[in-house]
């Protein structure tokens, strides 16, 4: 997020009047359109608010503090209080400035407002008002023409880095970006970088020290060309107006009545910003919610909400709870979600009340690895946007989301959908398999296999996975992660995701090699680019900010994903609550859950969901947890419903025990106590097994995992109803294998199959 402060002292304002400049015209900051005609009374523009929305809209003196939950109509509480306001000759359209965080969120302000007869209301993102300010009065403030705007950090960053003899990555230059605009946005000087850093929650992606030294070469080779980026916007017009008192004159003479959306993302120099345009006056509107604060990483912080009655004592403070976005299923789990929050923003969080008739309950789906995750994902959307096609009432796919913490989770996700037919849409994030590091990788991975034996690098390499593990080594990869989050530690969960599809690979096909990995690249790759008009929605949580949907999938659910491995202080724990907060609430009718216990087929099952849903999931339990069982949503394991199977803790039938350990609890016994397996039937069960893997063309384990033949070989179930009831069985292995299984089990001839159609064997 862009900001800055006033003139810093390592660049004197003087400087910036030299070098190239813009050719932008100095029309004025103040366009004045004209004022529309009003259909009907002010009074007809109150119509249809409920009570804490008319109380906004009709609450035009002095300062005005909207605490507006998810879904609860801010943006239609304050358009309609500018428009009463217009309308009642409070306001002269003209005056107004109301100020969004987005241009998509101002164009979708500024539509609303003419559709209510105010037009000549100025709608602008921070950034947006303050240049075409800090552009007409450049040449008065400071005089010549005003610098010019680069769109772009990247290459002038990449120089400043070269000039120190560094020689950066791509996702390197995106981390220092980053911290060069977070600290522009705090106020923070190059100088003072290491130490402000070190005060801070913030874990840098690479040497302060280092990042300082490029920042301070940035900004003297900005100097040096009469050029300005995008947080100097900012941080220039805060000078301009704090120095000159009869340009902040002309300012607040033409802006006198403001509105703030977002207001808990606003940077310290956004509300420094903010301030000189109010100058001492009060007419100030702002609506936020503390709970959906995600962006602290950015230089966000939801202080000026928290403390706006402390800096206006005698502010209209106002909460709309109403939420008309999602039905009382997902709002009950939303509010459960923030029960159990801790920290300053819990203590304001908002307690959200559905309008929304009954829908269906939260969905929790825990699956044995991430494939059959994504996979059981892709099933279950494919189901849902099926009556569509036929004229039916399903779920479009453009109002289904996929959403998951980090980019690099999106690739699987591309793959089940491709496998299913669904059409897809990336938002927020190239395609997996367009990414700079991916396609790097490619390259690599391609000449590996071309050089055969041939490739040093393969020389010590243990198996398929090694020998990608090694050709990744020599584009910058390593094992271990990096310190921090950011761009670096982006590119290394990208690359990762190929070692972990190097490994499955391997094992589904113990003889391939490089050739075959790469051909399978390639497949991947050519099916994940046929293009859509309309699909599915895949984003991060924090891409998903301010969207919603009919239907949303919240994958990946597990402790070290959600919350991050990397949010190690209560602050960071509590924005990944809230992040997980927003997500939930971004869906209207359904929502669904779902976390994989091993990240791959066959892999250890130690994998917990996240620590956020204890106490609303069934069969979890959270001390202290408001709200209790907040979301009574059946649990799914596997491929479908398990809401049959025993909940809460697991005895080993053997020493009443309770079980831990993720196989243990599978096969309900401890892995020391004596086994009642049959022999003759386990090994029955592997034939079958392998024959069964080869008909279908599938890995042996993506039919039944060693374990669940195991315990199927222990408890030798003999009927539907027992079998169910096996971890491992869901409900789809029961109906495609479950004949055979209990066949097997009772030594009896496995029955005939019924001759499947073609669509059918491709959904299997």
Same mark, same amino acid.
């Given at each position: 997020?862009?900001?800055?402060?006033?003139?810093?002292?390592?660049?004197?304002?003087?400087?910036?009047?030299?070098?190239?400049?813009?050719?932008?015209?100095?029309?004025?900051?103040?366009?004045?359109?004209?004022?529309?005609?009003?259909?009907?009374?002010?009074?007809?523009?109150?119509?249809?608010?409920?009570?804490?929305?008319?109380?906004?809209?009709?609450?035009?003196?002095?300062?005005?503090?909207?605490?507006?939950?998810?879904?609860?109509?801010?943006?239609?509480?304050?358009?309609?209080?500018?428009?009463?306001?217009?309308?009642?000759?409070?306001?002269?359209?003209?005056?107004?400035?109301?100020?969004?965080?987005?241009?998509?969120?101002?164009?979708?302000?500024?539509?609303?407002?003419?559709?209510?007869?105010?037009?000549?209301?100025?709608?602008?993102?921070?950034?947006?008002?303050?240049?075409?300010?800090?552009?007409?009065?450049?040449?008065?403030?400071?005089?010549?023409?005003?610098?010019?705007?680069?769109?772009?950090?990247?290459?002038?960053?990449?120089?400043?880095?070269?000039?120190?003899?560094?020689?950066?990555?791509?996702?390197?230059?995106?981390?220092?970006?980053?911290?060069?605009?977070?600290?522009?946005?705090?106020?923070?000087?190059?100088?003072?970088?290491?130490?402000?850093?070190?005060?801070?929650?913030?874990?840098?992606?690479?040497?302060?020290?280092?990042?300082?030294?490029?920042?301070?070469?940035?900004?003297?080779?900005?100097?040096?060309?009469?050029?300005?980026?995008?947080?100097?916007?900012?941080?220039?017009?805060?000078?301009?107006?704090?120095?000159?008192?009869?340009?902040?004159?002309?300012?607040?003479?033409?802006?006198?009545?403001?509105?703030?959306?977002?207001?808990?993302?606003?940077?310290?120099?956004?509300?420094?910003?903010?301030?000189?345009?109010?100058?001492?006056?009060?007419?100030?509107?702002?609506?936020?919610?503390?709970?959906?604060?995600?962006?602290?990483?950015?230089?966000?912080?939801?202080?000026?909400?928290?403390?706006?009655?402390?800096?206006?004592?005698?502010?209209?403070?106002?909460?709309?709870?109403?939420?008309?976005?999602?039905?009382?299923?997902?709002?009950?789990?939303?509010?459960?979600?923030?029960?159990?929050?801790?920290?300053?923003?819990?203590?304001?969080?908002?307690?959200?009340?559905?309008?929304?008739?009954?829908?269906?309950?939260?969905?929790?789906?825990?699956?044995?690895?991430?494939?059959?995750?994504?996979?059981?994902?892709?099933?279950?959307?494919?189901?849902?946007?099926?009556?569509?096609?036929?004229?039916?009432?399903?779920?479009?796919?453009?109002?289904?989301?996929?959403?998951?913490?980090?980019?690099?989770?999106?690739?699987?996700?591309?793959?089940?959908?491709?496998?299913?037919?669904?059409?897809?849409?990336?938002?927020?994030?190239?395609?997996?398999?367009?990414?700079?590091?991916?396609?790097?990788?490619?390259?690599?991975?391609?000449?590996?296999?071309?050089?055969?034996?041939?490739?040093?690098?393969?020389?010590?390499?243990?198996?398929?996975?090694?020998?990608?593990?090694?050709?990744?080594?020599?584009?910058?990869?390593?094992?271990?992660?990096?310190?921090?989050?950011?761009?670096?530690?982006?590119?290394?969960?990208?690359?990762?995701?190929?070692?972990?599809?190097?490994?499955?690979?391997?094992?589904?096909?113990?003889?391939?090699?490089?050739?075959?990995?790469?051909?399978?690249?390639?497949?991947?790759?050519?099916?994940?680019?046929?293009?859509?008009?309309?699909?599915?929605?895949?984003?991060?949580?924090?891409?998903?900010?301010?969207?919603?949907?009919?239907?949303?999938?919240?994958?990946?659910?597990?402790?070290?994903?959600?919350?991050?491995?990397?949010?190690?202080?209560?602050?960071?724990? /509590?924005?990944?609550? &809230? =992040?997980?907060?927003?997500?939930?609430? !971004? $869906? +209207?009718?359904?929502?669904?859950?779902?976390? %994989? @216990?091993?990240?791959?087929?066959?892999?250890?099952?130690?994998?917990?969901?996240?620590?956020?849903?204890?106490?609303?999931?069934?069969?979890?339990?959270?001390?202290?947890?408001?709200?209790?069982?907040?979301?009574?949503?059946?649990?799914?394991?596997?491929?479908?419903?398990?809401?049959?199977?025993?909940?809460?803790?697991?005895?080993?039938?053997?020493?009443?025990?309770?079980?831990?350990?993720?196989?243990?609890?599978?096969?309900?016994?401890?892995?020391?106590?004596?086994?009642?397996?049959?022999? /003759?039937?386990?090994? &029955? =069960?592997?034939?079958?097994?392998?024959? !069964? $893997? +080869?008909?279908?063309?599938?890995?042996?384990? %993506? @039919?039944?995992?060693?374990?669940?033949?195991?315990?199927?070989?222990?408890?030798?179930?003999?009927?539907?109803?027992?079998?169910?009831?096996?971890?491992?069985?869901?409900?789809?292995?029961?109906?495609?294998?479950?004949?055979?299984?209990?066949?097997?089990?009772?030594?009896?001839?496995?029955?005939?199959?019924?001759?499947?159609?073609?669509?059918?064997?491709?959904?299997?």
């Amino acid at each position: 997020m862009p900001g800055g402060c006033g003139q810093p002292p390592h660049a004197p304002r003087r400087t910036w009047q030299h070098g190239r400049v813009t050719s932008a015209t100095h029309a004025s900051p103040f366009p004045q359109d004209p004022f529309p005609r009003v259909p009907d009374s002010a009074d007809a523009v109150l119509e249809g608010l409920d009570p804490e929305q008319r109380a906004v809209a009709t609450t035009l003196q002095g300062p005005v503090c909207v605490l507006a939950g998810a879904g609860t109509g801010k943006t239609r509480a304050i358009t309609h209080r500018i428009a009463y306001g217009v309308r009642a000759g409070v306001f002269q359209p003209s005056t107004v400035l109301a100020v969004t965080f987005t241009a998509r969120a101002a164009g979708e302000m500024r539509g609303r407002l003419r559709q209510l007869g105010a037009g000549g209301v100025q709608t602008r993102t921070f950034h947006a008002a303050a240049l075409r300010q800090l552009q007409y009065f450049w040449p008065k403030a400071v005089g010549g023409e005003p610098p010019r705007l680069m769109e772009r950090k990247v290459a002038l960053v990449a120089e400043a880095a070269a000039r120190g003899r560094l020689r950066l990555e791509r996702p390197e230059l995106r981390d220092v970006i980053s911290e060069i605009e977070w600290a522009k946005v705090t106020q923070t000087v190059p100088e003072d970088y290491p130490a402000v850093v070190a005060k801070s929650d913030r874990e840098p992606p690479r040497d302060p020290a280092e990042t300082a030294r490029i920042y301070a070469t940035y900004e003297q080779l900005k100097r040096d060309r009469g050029a300005i980026d995008f947080e100097d916007v900012l941080l220039l017009t805060v000078g301009i107006l704090a120095d000159r008192p009869d340009i902040a004159e002309v300012v607040r003479g033409q802006y006198q009545h403001f509105t703030v959306d977002e207001y808990q993302d606003v940077s310290p120099l956004q509300q420094r910003l903010l301030q000189q345009w109010l100058g001492e006056r009060d007419s100030l509107c702002v609506v936020g919610d503390a709970s959906q604060t995600i962006y602290s990483f950015t230089g966000a912080t939801p202080d000026h909400l928290l403390d706006f009655r402390t800096r206006h004592p005698h502010a209209t403070m106002v909460k709309l709870v109403r939420d008309y976005r999602s039905t009382p299923q997902v709002v009950h789990l939303a509010n459960g979600l923030l029960g159990q929050a801790r920290g300053r923003a819990a203590e304001h969080r908002l307690e959200l009340i559905s309008q929304r008739q009954p829908g269906p309950e939260p969905v929790f789906a825990e699956h044995p690895d991430e494939p059959a995750e994504a996979e059981a994902t892709a099933k279950r959307i494919r189901e849902l946007i099926a009556p569509v096609a036929e004229g039916g009432a399903g779920i479009p796919a453009s109002e289904i989301a996929v959403l998951f913490r980090v980019n690099a989770q999106s690739e699987i996700y591309e793959q089940a959908l491709a496998d299913a037919g669904v059409p897809y849409q990336l938002r927020g994030a190239e395609r997996f398999f367009d990414r700079p590091e991916i396609r790097q990788a490619g390259l690599a991975l391609r000449g590996a296999a071309r050089a055969g034996g041939n490739d040093e690098a393969l020389d010590d390499a243990d198996g398929l996975a090694g020998q990608v593990g090694a050709v990744l080594a020599t584009t910058g990869w390593t094992p271990e992660p990096p310190a921090g989050s950011g761009a670096v530690r982006d590119r290394w969960e990208s690359l990762r995701s190929l070692v972990t599809l190097a490994e499955d690979f391997g094992r589904a096909r113990p003889d391939a090699g490089l050739r075959e990995f790469v051909a399978e690249l390639d497949e991947r790759a050519a099916a994940q680019h046929a293009p859509t008009v309309e699909g599915v929605t895949l984003a991060s949580l924090h891409a998903a900010k301010g969207l919603e949907w009919d239907a949303v999938f919240l994958v990946g659910l597990t402790d070290g994903m959600m919350p991050i491995t990397h949010a190690k202080t209560p602050e960071q724990v /509590e924005e990944e609550r &809230r =992040l997980l907060y927003v997500g939930v609430t !971004r $869906a +209207r009718l359904r929502l669904t859950l779902s976390w %994989a @216990v091993a990240r791959s087929p066959g892999g250890r099952a130690t994998r917990r969901p996240t620590r956020f849903l204890d106490g609303l999931r069934p069969g979890s339990g959270a001390a202290g947890a408001r709200g209790g069982q907040g979301g009574a949503g059946g649990v799914e394991r596997g491929s479908g419903s398990r809401g049959r199977k025993p909940r809460g803790p697991v005895k080993c039938r053997v020493c009443d025990k309770t079980l831990t350990e993720a196989t243990e609890v599978k096969l309900r016994r401890c892995e020391d106590c004596p086994s009642s397996m049959d022999e /003759e039937l386990y090994e &029955r =069960l592997r034939e079958w097994r392998l024959d !069964r $893997a +080869r008909e279908l063309g599938r890995p042996a384990y %993506a @039919v039944f995992t060693d374990v669940t033949l195991m315990a199927i070989a222990e408890t030798v179930p003999g009927s539907e109803g027992e079998l169910s009831r096996i971890s491992g069985v869901g409900a789809h292995k029961l109906r495609q294998f479950g004949p055979d299984v209990l066949a097997l089990c009772a030594g009896e001839p496995l029955p005939q199959a019924p001759e499947e159609t073609s669509e059918e064997s491709a959904e299997k």
